[in-house]
């Protein structure tokens, strides 16, 4: 088993910056392909960002150039920074690991054996 415990959320304005972290507990995390996805009410589950165990990362078009997604593999934590924030951002945001890696698996919420409880991110305008 893994687990995975998320903090930093919270309420912001619009152009604000939070930085999400999720610690990882109970197996080898550097083994582990870790993902971000947010679900807002209403909304289906969407992928927001993924660092794969070796090295690529990814994110989903609406958050390039201002989420940046990193992981401490020491700490075992992964972590994201968002970074000019908009009201379309505010969702539950939940981190999620993976052994497999590569764009379309690591895209997709099915293939992710272990979540976070999530954490709330509200932006304001």
């Known amino acids: 088993q893994l687990q995975l415990v998320e903090s930093g959320g919270g309420s912001v304005q619009a152009g604000g910056s939070l930085r999400l972290s999720c610690a990882a507990s109970g197996r080898t995390f550097s083994r582990f392909s870790m993902g971000w996805f947010r679900q807002a009410p209403g909304k289906e589950r969407e992928f927001v960002a993924a660092i794969a165990w070796n090295g690529p990362i990814y994110y989903v078009d609406s958050v390039k150039g201002r989420f940046t997604i990193s992981r401490d593999n020491a700490k075992n934590t992964v972590y994201l920074q968002m970074n000019s924030l908009k009201p379309e951002d505010t969702a539950v945001y939940y981190c999620?690991?993976?052994?497999?890696?590569?764009?379309?698996?690591?895209?997709?919420?099915?293939?992710?054996?272990?979540w976070g409880q999530g954490t709330q991110v509200t932006v304001s305008s």
């Open positions: 999620a690991a993976t052994t497999g890696h590569g764009s379309n698996w690591l895209r997709e919420g099915g293939k992710y054996a272990y």
